[in-house]
């Protein structure tokens, strides 16, 4: 699993090598809790499981776009 660094972007990945450590395949829920990101130093509780994040449009707005036609009036879609 990876998990996202909500400051800086910073990735870390599970089933990569730890930066700080050097350890290789170490689970999220082994690393201390004072474990920080290597990239800005924030805490472990500013980061996010990927696995978590909303998609990018919900069904319902894409099921909205199914009225849409080249003609449409977009101030009054």
């Not at 996010?48 to 009054?76: H, R």
Request: net charge negative; with cysteine; charged share 40%.
């Amino acid at each position: 699993m990876k998990y996202k660094c909500t400051v800086c972007g910073y990735i870390y990945d599970e089933e990569g090598i730890d930066p700080i450590t050097g350890e290789k395949n170490v689970p999220w829920s082994e690393l201390p809790e004072e474990w920080v990101c290597p990239k800005c130093s924030a805490p472990k509780s500013e980061f996010k499981s990927l696995d978590e994040e909303e998609p990018f449009a919900a069904e319902e707005d894409i099921d909205d776009l199914d009225d849409y036609t080249e003609d449409t009036d977009l101030d009054n879609f």
